[in-house]
């Protein structure tokens, strides 16, 4: 599926000539009819953290579009050559000012960043070992929130889910009988 025309190449990136389709296995591709170049259309992975202060939630307001002053996990786009677990520290320090270590995998989540790039982001657990609490980079904000006591409307949906998640976690670690 070709998500939309506009991520579609019409020149051809390497020599210029204009770019027709051909199906490549399942998929119909850009495809360049002189040199042979094809366009890849993948969703861009993106990672970050689930921290916790007592039972409070690490959230991050977003400072640029889309979904501007809206709220997220601290999270960001992968770099080139990057793992998506130095992404997701990299993007704590950015975003928060903490240092943090990462103690497992939490959840994958597929969506879309508005208005159609498909996305995939990796949300790892973690924990505070440095820095000081200072909102930076992409976000305008940042704070710790009761799971029920949201500081606004949170952006996007795949990070609804893992709040929800984290809801019915606390619920039930709240439900154990000692
Ligand atoms: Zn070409």
Not at 29 to 58: K, T
Request: hydrophobic letters at 40%; aromatic letters at 8%.
């Amino acid at each position: 599926m070709i998500p939309s025309e506009r991520h579609v190449w019409h020149w051809c990136p390497q020599c210029r000539t204009e770019m027709t389709r051909r199906r490549e296995g399942s998929e119909e591709r850009p495809v360049c009819p002189a040199c042979g170049v094809v366009q890849y259309l993948n969703p861009a992975p993106a990672a970050g953290i689930v921290l916790l202060r007592e039972g409070r939630v690490c959230l991050v307001k977003r400072r640029f579009a889309p979904r501007q002053g809206e709220w997220t996990f601290p999270t960001g786009f992968m770099e080139w050559g990057e793992d998506p677990a130095e992404t997701a520290r990299r993007e704590a320090l950015e975003e928060t000012g903490l240092e943090v270590t990462l103690t497992g995998l939490y959840a994958v989540e597929s969506g879309v960043l508005p208005p159609d790039t498909p996305v995939v982001v990796i949300f790892y657990t973690a924990e505070e070992t440095g820095g000081n609490l200072l909102a930076g980079d992409d976000a305008e904000e940042v704070g710790f929130f009761a799971l029920d006591e949201m500081p606004g409307p949170i952006a996007f949906a795949a990070h609804r889910r893992v709040l929800e998640r984290l809801h019915r976690d606390q619920a039930a670690t709240a439900g154990e009988t000692p």
